[in-house]
Structures are given as C-alpha cells and as structure tokens.
C-alpha cells in the first residue's frame, strides 16, 4: 500500500488512513513495534502523514501510550490511539464478558 500510498489517497470519498505501526512494519520487513525506528518504516509513516495534510485528509495512527500520543499529535495526526487495537478489543471484552483468562492477573 505504500508504495501506491498517493493513488490510494487520491480516491474520491476516502477520508482519511489509518496507520498500524506494527502490521506497517511487518509489511515492511521489520519486527513489529508500536514505535517504530527503522528508517524506511518511519519515512512510510511520516509520507502517510504528510499525505493525508497535503490532501485535507484525516490521519490516524496507533501509538504506544498517551505520551507518544500526545507527540503525535503535535507532530500533525489528526488522530492518536494509545495503545493496539488488540488491547483496546481484549479490555472491552473482559468488562463486559466474565472470562477469566481475559483478565489481567
């Protein structure tokens, strides 16, 4: 996808992109990290972000915790989930489901 990240972007009716630092990295050819450093997974987040302002677009991306949330937002996303979608997922459903390997020990 980001190698054809303009084209994607240039659809008419897409609002925006969502940045998975992991699965990006994996893409990639990296170990997966909430926060990556190696260069080529950083350019390919930093071309998405800078993508999505340059078209009026929503930017979105998953970070490690508040304060590289906080980061991230000042650094131009218009939108900063700490935390992986799986650990939001895995919380949600221990609140509302009693499974006991869900919950945190």
Not at 15 to 43: M, N, Q, R, W, Y
Not at 55 to 82: C, N, T, Y
């Amino acid at each position: 996808a980001i190698k054809n990240l303009d084209a994607i972007l240039d659809v008419e009716g897409l609002d925006g992109a969502f940045i998975g630092p992991c699965d990006l990295s994996i893409s990639l050819g990296e170990p997966p990290k909430e926060t990556p450093t190696a260069p080529h997974v950083v350019d390919a987040i930093n071309k998405t972000r800078e993508g999505c302002k340059a078209r009026g677009k929503i930017g979105m991306i998953f970070v490690g915790d508040k304060h590289r949330a906080q980061e991230a937002l000042q650094e131009g996303w218009s939108f900063a989930i700490p935390a992986p979608d799986i650990t939001w997922m895995t919380r949600a459903i221990a609140d509302v489901v009693d499974i006991p390997m869900m919950k945190k020990k």
